[in-house]
């Protein structure tokens, strides 16, 4: 699991609205970040609206199953 480089005071939103635009932080590093705060809050709200059915879920995102058992399991958000 990759540490965050970005500021710890800093939020993926305030980056992406530019308040917080660090050119000290290299530009893969916030891109990581960025990148995986977004999946985090779009697999948290997805498998909301999936009531914790991965299948269905797969479905909406137009994800394969597997793929999203993945994901799921970076972000800490399913049991392996």
């Given at each position: 699991?990759r540490?965050?480089?970005?500021?710890p005071?800093m939020?993926?939103?305030q980056?992406?609205?530019?308040?917080?635009?660090n050119?000290?932080?290299p530009?893969?590093s916030g891109?990581?970040?960025l990148t995986?705060?977004?999946?985090?809050?779009?697999?948290?709200e997805?498998?909301?609206?999936?009531?914790g059915?991965?299948s269905k879920?797969?479905r909406k995102?137009?994800?394969?199953?597997?793929?999203l058992h993945r994901?799921?399991?970076?972000?800490d958000?399913k049991?392996?």
């Amino acid at each position: 699991r990759r540490q965050s480089t970005l500021p710890p005071d800093m939020t993926a939103q305030q980056l992406v609205q530019g308040t917080l635009a660090n050119i000290e932080v290299p530009f893969k590093s916030g891109k990581e970040q960025l990148t995986a705060e977004y999946e985090k809050a779009y697999l948290k709200e997805l498998m909301t609206w999936a009531e914790g059915n991965v299948s269905k879920a797969a479905r909406k995102a137009q994800l394969d199953r597997m793929y999203l058992h993945r994901l799921l399991q970076r972000h800490d958000l399913k049991d392996a």
